[in-house]
């Protein structure tokens, strides 16, 4: 499905057009679930729970982006355009790109501060949109 927004960011070279795959989009939202399941095992350690939490948010906004016919290799590009693919108002996608800098830190610079409620936070987005995707793909 072709949307207009995202036509410009694939003319802008922000996105790339490609043709829906429906075997990758639920291989990608099996991992967001298994994910996901493991942001919740207590016994991980808080980075690595923070990290699963993310990817699995991450995993699923792919999907969505994916479901429509468009790829990018930007992570934080894939939470904006949940404006477009799932109607999510900014100030949701925004906790979502909040994440995506704390990860930043913590891969690039290696500093990661989180504590649990930021984890159940990203948890019940991560939950929310998984369940929102799985919708769009029935």
């Known amino acids: 499905m072709s949307l207009p ?9 922000q996105l790339k057009a490609e043709p ?5 989009a639920r291989r990608m ?6 994910r996901l399941e493991d942001a919740r095992l207590t016994k991980l350690s808080i980075e690595g729970r923070f990290t699963s939490a993310y990817n699995a948010a991450h995993a699923a906004a792919l999907t969505a982006l994916r479901w429509h016919g468009y ?3 930007n992570r934080y590009t894939v939470f904006q ?6 109607n999510w108002p900014a100030p949701r996608w925004r906790v979502l790109d909040a994440a995506h800098q704390k ?4 891969e690039y610079e ?18 929310t ?3 929102e995707v799985s919708k769009m793909l029935e």
Do not use: K
């Open 81 to 86: 355009c949940l404006t477009h693919t799932l």
């Open 5 to 13: 927004a995202l036509d410009n960011l694939v003319r802008v070279g």
């Open 20 to 24: 829906r795959n429906e075997a990758e």
């Open 103 to 106: 990860r930043n830190l913590a």
């Open 29 to 34: 939202l099996a991992m967001a679930r298994t």
């Open 129 to 131: 949109l998984i369940a």
């Open 110 to 127: 290696g500093f990661l501060e989180v504590d649990e409620s930021t984890i159940t936070e990203l948890c019940d987005l991560a939950d």
């Open 71 to 73: 790829r990018s290799e």
